[in-house]
């Protein structure tokens, strides 16, 4: 132990990142380095992650939806983001098949992580989206989900299931692909992000 901040990436974990990942073992490394200046304790807690997640929408309130994106990536669930569950984590949501996301979304709508979605657990996570679009946005989308409640009820329709109804992670996924507007739907307007990513490049 002692002075492990030098610490060069175990081999172990980078085998299994680039098993995983398909990312290259120098893309790792110079990840690994730039990823121990930004967190020298080799770990993000979620109050380091909520204020990421502020500094993207300044004018929004993104904590809810970041609280859920965190315990997504959390997999062994130790309240910190490690190398390992971060690289995931960025793998999933940006360079993964479809099909990884998709599971990645189950992970993030069922809340208790109890293996089944409900109606509930739709409305909490759509609710946290909402907080996170502008009130001049909200203004603009279609009558029948401008508010979380009917955004909730729309998804539920279009998955054919009753108020106290489940739905597993193989229907979810399957219901998705069918249908792209339940896609639409379950994220969080991607293009307001990408314009929002474009300008502060710029
Ligand atoms: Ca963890
Ligand atoms: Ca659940």
């Not at 939806?65 to 309240?79: E, I, K, M, P, T």
């Amino acid at each position: 132990m002692g002075n492990s901040k030098s610490g060069a990436l175990s081999k172990e974990i980078l085998e299994e990142l680039q098993l995983n990942t398909k990312y290259s073992q120098d893309e790792l490394c110079t990840w690994y380095q730039t990823f121990l200046k930004e967190c020298p304790t080799g770990r993000i807690t979620k109050q380091q992650f909520e204020s990421i997640y502020a500094k993207f929408f300044p004018e929004a309130d993104p904590k809810a939806y970041a609280q859920h994106v965190f315990r997504s990536f959390d997999a062994n669930n130790d309240g910190t983001l490690d190398f390992k569950e971060y690289i995931i984590a960025l793998h999933m949501t940006s360079s993964g098949k479809t099909n990884q996301k998709l599971e990645w979304a189950f992970s993030l709508y069922d809340v208790d992580g109890n293996g089944h979605i409900s109606k509930v657990e739709v409305l909490e996570i759509v609710t946290a989206i909402f907080k996170m679009i502008s009130f001049e946005d909200q203004k603009q989308l279609p009558e029948d989900e401008n508010t979380p409640e009917k955004r909730t009820e729309k998804i539920w329709v279009y998955f054919e299931k009753k108020d106290n109804d489940k739905i597993s992670e193989g229907e979810f996924i399957q219901g998705i692909m069918k249908n792209k507007e339940i896609l639409r739907l379950i994220q969080y307007e991607p293009q307001k992000v990408k314009e929002r990513l474009k300008e502060k490049k710029h």
